[in-house]
């Protein structure tokens, strides 16, 4: 596998854990469960996937896709 599948293989499965764990807080959300264990744990989970695929986007070692260019 190269750096580019790499990198688009890690960011499907952060971006995956991300929709799953925001689909399911939406899911409390629209059964108006904001407390308790259940809320507790996909409210943690969400969090932790979204720090995860903002560190993710902000590291620099993307891989390089050979366009340099800049357009206006």
Known sequence: MTTTDD???????????????TSEMMKL????QFSGP????????????FERWTSFLNERSYPDSGNHSISP
């Open 7 to 21: 990198f688009r293989a890690h960011a499907r499965e952060l971006k995956a854990d991300l929709d799953a764990a």
């Open 29 to 32: 959300i629209s059964e108006h």
């Open 38 to 49: 259940e809320w507790e744990r996909v409210s943690q989970w969400q969090h932790e996937a």
